[in-house]
């Protein structure tokens, strides 16, 4: 099965900054170019919720709760997607999962997760 892989994600103050990257797993690399990927999040006791998405020619979409304070872009040269957060708020707390989604859309993501990365951003 292939799994992105997360990371970057940690403790911070309200107010602070993460970024977060996801990179590609070894398997698809060759196919990454032509994919869109999203990060979801989910809190704690809650559901999975998109955050962001990035399609191949890099137009993006965002959560309402995220957008403009979170930036996600790709380094198709890498095989990666970052998630840039800023003015992080208690609310943005949960585990940051990023995955490709099916023929474009940012609801339909792909039934294999990875890990995730933990953010939480606390006082």
């Known amino acids: 099965q292939v799994r992105f892989v997360e990371s970057g994600g940690g403790l911070v103050q309200p107010g602070g900054s993460l970024r977060l990257s996801c990179a590609a797993p070894?398997?698809?690399?060759?196919?990454?170019?032509?994919?869109?990927v999203a990060w979801f999040r989910q809190a704690p006791g809650g559901q999975r919720e998109l955050v962001a998405g990035?399609?191949?020619?890099?137009?993006?979409t965002y959560a309402d709760s995220v957008k403009g304070r979170f930036t996600i872009s790709r380094d198709n040269s890498r095989k990666r997607v970052l998630l840039q957060m800023n003015s992080l708020k208690p609310e943005d707390t949960g585990l940051y999962y990023c995955?490709?989604?099916?023929?474009?859309?940012?609801?339909?993501?792909?039934?294999?997760w990875g890990q995730g990365t933990q953010v939480t951003v606390s006082p």
């Open positions: 990035i399609n191949p020619v890099s137009s993006t």
């Open positions: 070894r398997a698809i690399t060759s196919v990454f170019n032509p994919l869109s």
């Open positions: 995955n490709s989604v099916t023929n474009g859309n940012f609801q339909r993501p792909s039934d294999v």
